[in-house]
């Protein structure tokens, strides 16, 4: 069967479907927040509410990458750590490099301790970050891959691989050499409980443009 390895990223076009991350408020408006909370001044009510505002900001976008790429249901992904696996999974910039800080972070929220200027300061410029190296996701998705792949038996042809956002699916569109041009009688679909839809997924990111 075909792998993403055997598609020449050179020899593909891709078709590209439009996609809106959720509003009012926004992952760039909770953001905005935040640092809004430490310009009006660094006392304990900043601290915490800029805090507040930055995991808001940095939570609300990795759950909107996660269902654009074919989670379908946060239900699955219920805590930072799942989120982060989905997205480092799919190919995307994922901000695991903050389990640990995420950690302490929880230590002191759920201690009633009041955040240092450092550690505030430190979550909000990761949630920039995140936010900006996700901001290309948020408002298209490739839904397509035109390509023509012959596999080693010579006798099938990988014509299309086709996303599925909104069920979680990626079909591989396989038709025989003397197949007629719309007949794909070994296509095969990948749910996002296999791997192999993770695979093409991060093809998907790895060479789009």
Known sequence: MFEPKDVDSDDVTYNWSSYSCRETPSAEDYLEYARM????????????????????????????????FGCISLTRVKNFHLLSDYILKCG????????K?????????????????????IYTGVAHLFLSATDRWSVRHPYEIDTCVTDK?????????????????????????????????????????????????????????
């Open 37 to 68: 909370d430490l310009a009006d001044g660094t006392e304990s009510r900043n601290l915490i509410n800029a805090l507040a505002n930055a995991k808001r900001a940095l939570h609300l976008r990795m759950e909107d990458v996660c269902l654009g």
């Open 153 to 209: 038996s010579g006798t099938k042809q990988l014509r299309h691989i086709f996303f599925n956002w909104q069920k979680g699916e990626v079909t591989l569109k396989i038709r025989d050499l003397d197949s007629k041009p719309y007949e794909f009688p070994h296509s095969i679909t990948y749910t996002n409980k296999d791997k192999e839809f993770f695979d093409w997924v991060t093809y998907g990111v790895k060479h789009s443009s």
């Open 101 to 121: 800080f995420n950690k302490l972070r929880n230590v002191t929220e759920h201690s009633y301790e009041v955040p240092s200027l450092e550690m505030v300061e």
């Open 92 to 99: 995307l910039p994922s901000p695991s490099v903050l389990e």
